[in-house]
């Protein structure tokens, strides 16, 4: 009897699983915490998808747009002052395009955007688990198993010290992976308040432990996110509150989001009397950090705005093909005499060292995905209203990423780097699907 059971879940779980699609799912829930199980997953699966769906692929102008893209980025490495680096730089971009195309074509339905997001809620909770114990508890660890099979180093205190980063490298870091969680898992939230369970009560049955497991999620998420001490993470944070609430139509909402708002911002920056009023209630841990009072002492160099007008300069003196991939990190230290790894802007990142054409067309590319990702938002009426708000979701969290890379880069940490990737993926082939189902209904009328 028992064994006939097991058979059944066997083959239950075998077939629920078989596809490339929930090998990804698998790759997702495992990333925060292997990285490279999950990046040989993720990249098996897109070479499978990119064999089976060639044609399909091939035929998209957007991966022609990609296309393009990798060869005027080949180029310029080819002319790049230190070529090797340059070259390895690539391994930043050009395997990620291949995600994208191969991605965008597997993921097609609004199903598969909430499987996604629902597996990076859940991967998301032990990665918490472990910053609040290395923040509140002293937690350290360095792990290594078979050695980047299984990798974790926790710094106790947190890296800066005082700033939780749990398995990531930095809190700035953790902090962008966490408002992309946070910003999806709230999708998810408001679309089970809309079915009623948020109105009814919260009685324990099948309906209410899912609302149930979000809301402790999105709170526990929610507070690692503030003790990240990342401005960054915060405003979009905020941002991201009060894009839903106005996408819902909360008006009391976005007025009391704004207040609160308002007076953390006249605590940091305004004039002392009003400024001294404010601090009474508003906890110094926040306006402190906003003002930069909490670090005094920082040097010049590492400002964001020195490293923007270094990176801007490095960018118009070489307009057309920069100085080459991972340069910017060498010129910056060679003129400052301090070791940064980038300039805290993507953009202004990819113009020193790519040059201006294909920052341009990188940045073309995106626009094009938001723009006919808002289009099918607004204008298709074939997507019910539950839909749509997943949808938006995964809008709010492209433009959440674009935000945050304005005033950092989530370049270099590969888990970032692919879950980036695979929600505009997910934007793309969802607006693929819909946009051929339109065609398709136009011509048969």
């Not at 949808?391 to 709010?396: C, E, G, K, N, R």
Request: glycine residues 6%; proline residues 4%; positive net charge.
């Amino acid at each position: 009897m028992l064994g006939a059971s097991l058979n059944k879940a066997f083959y239950y779980f075998k077939s629920r699983w078989q596809s490339s699609w929930n090998y990804s799912l698998w790759a997702l829930l495992i990333f925060p915490l292997s990285p490279l199980l999950g990046a040989v997953t993720v990249v098996v699966v897109s070479l499978i998808t990119l064999v089976k769906q060639y044609r399909k692929i091939s035929h998209r102008p957007l991966n022609w747009g990609f296309a393009l893209l990798s060869v005027l980025l080949i180029m310029t490495a080819g002319f790049a002052q230190d070529k090797t680096a340059a070259f390895l730089g690539l391994f930043n971009l050009l395997p990620f395009f291949l995600v994208f195309a191969a991605h965008s074509t597997l993921i097609q339905t609004f199903a598969q955007l909430r499987q996604m997001a629902w597996i990076l809620v859940i991967g998301s909770m032990p990665v918490v688990i472990i910053g609040l114990g290395q923040l509140f508890l002293g937690w350290s660890l360095k792990l290594e198993i078979l050695w980047l099979v299984l990798a974790w180093t926790i710094k106790p205190g947190g890296n800066p010290p005082g700033r939780i980063a749990s398995l990531f490298l930095h809190a700035n870091t953790f902090a962008a992976y966490l408002a992309i969680v946070f910003i999806l898992g709230l999708g998810l939230w408001l679309e089970q308040w809309r079915s009623g369970i948020g109105y009814r009560g919260l009685s324990i049955g099948k309906n209410s432990v899912p609302f149930l497991f979000l809301t402790v999620a999105m709170i526990t998420n929610f507070i690692a996110l503030i003790f990240t001490s990342s401005r960054n993470g915060w405003a979009i944070a905020i941002f991201a509150c009060l894009a839903y609430a106005l996408y819902q139509g909360w008006r009391i909402l976005v007025g009391g989001v704004a207040a609160i708002v308002s007076s953390v911002l006249l605590a940091a920056f305004a004039p002392s009397p009003v400024a001294q009023f404010f601090r009474q209630y508003v906890p110094a841990f926040f306006w402190a950090r906003l003002n930069d009072d909490m670090y005094p002492d920082r040097p010049v160099a590492l400002m964001r705005e020195t490293q923007w007008e270094f990176a801007w300069s490095l960018a118009q003196e070489h307009p057309w093909t920069g100085w080459g991939l991972r340069s910017f990190s060498t010129l910056y230290k060679a003129q400052m005499h301090i070791p940064l790894g980038h300039p805290h802007n993507l953009f202004l990142m990819l113009s020193a060292e790519t040059g201006f054409p294909s920052t341009f067309l990188f940045c073309g590319l995106l626009a094009w995905i938001l723009i006919t990702g808002v289009q099918l938002l607004r204008k298709s009426k074939y997507i019910n209203r539950q839909d749509r708000l997943i949808f938006f979701s995964y809008l709010l969290a492209f433009v959440a990423w674009v935000l945050f890379n304005t005033v950092d880069v989530t370049l270099f940490d590969f888990r970032l780097n692919a879950l980036s990737w695979l929600i505009l993926a997910a934007i793309c082939g969802v607006v693929y699907r819909y946009d051929q189902f339109n065609l398709s209904s136009s011509t048969n009328s």
